[in-house]
């Protein structure tokens, strides 16, 4: 069993940065594959990026590739989201997922899943 706890969201101009964090729970962290997912309303859950659990392989979507960053660091059982250039169509609720399948880019590849937190992008 996981826990995923994510921090970080808020309001943010066009153009500007956020670090979201997702704290997991449990011993198991660093044998998981992490990802971030988004959903604004009205449209469904989508892929934004994943590391594998030995951090040494990413992928991204193609909408964020260049402008975000996934990290992880296993000793704090912490993922993190590093959004630069951030732009109106990033406002979503971010969700950090857990799961076993390195390269897993659909929902359904991840068992666990945080609560959210919202990111707001005006123009």
């Known amino acids: 069993q996981v826990q995923l706890v994510e921090s970080g969201g808020g309001l943010v101009q066009a153009g500007g940065s956020l670090r979201l964090s997702c704290a997991a729970s449990?011993?198991?962290?660093?044998?998981?594959?992490m990802g971030w997912f988004r959903q604004a309303p009205g449209k469904e859950r989508e892929f934004v990026a994943a590391?594998?659990?030995?951090?040494?392989?990413?992928y991204y979507a193609d909408s964020v590739k260049g402008r975000f960053t996934i990290s992880r660091d296993n000793a704090k059982n912490t993922v993190y989201l590093q959004m630069n250039s951030l732009k109106p169509d990033d406002t979503a609720v971010y969700h950090c997922?857990?799961?076993?399948?390195?390269?897993?880019?659909?929902?359904?590849?991840?068992?666990?899943w945080g609560q959210g937190t919202q990111v707001t992008v005006s123009s």
């Open positions: 997922a857990a799961g076993r399948s390195c390269g897993g880019l659909r929902p359904y590849d991840y068992n666990y």
């Open positions: 449990g011993r198991t962290f660093s044998s998981y594959t």
């Open positions: 590391i594998c659990s030995s951090g040494r392989q990413t």
